[in-house]
């Protein structure tokens, strides 16, 4: 393999390698936004509930 290759697989690798060790973070983050969501959208219910008049 020469040089270029090498260089080429090297940084493919490393790539591989840092989006294995971000996938848990990534999905972490992802449901920490859906309950975050989840939280404004029932304050936002909650909200309306109080504030229209009956």
Do not use: F, Y
């Not at 020469?2 to 990534?26: A, M, Y």
């Not at 959208?41 to 009956?54: E, M, Q």
């Amino acid at each position: 393999m020469n040089k270029d290759n090498s260089n080429e697989q090297d940084i493919h690798d490393e790539l591989i390698n840092l989006v294995t060790r971000l996938k848990p973070v990534i999905e972490a983050l992802r449901a920490l936004i859906g309950q975050a969501d989840d939280v404004v959208a029932t304050r936002l219910i909650t909200l309306l509930a109080v504030s229209i008049p009956r």
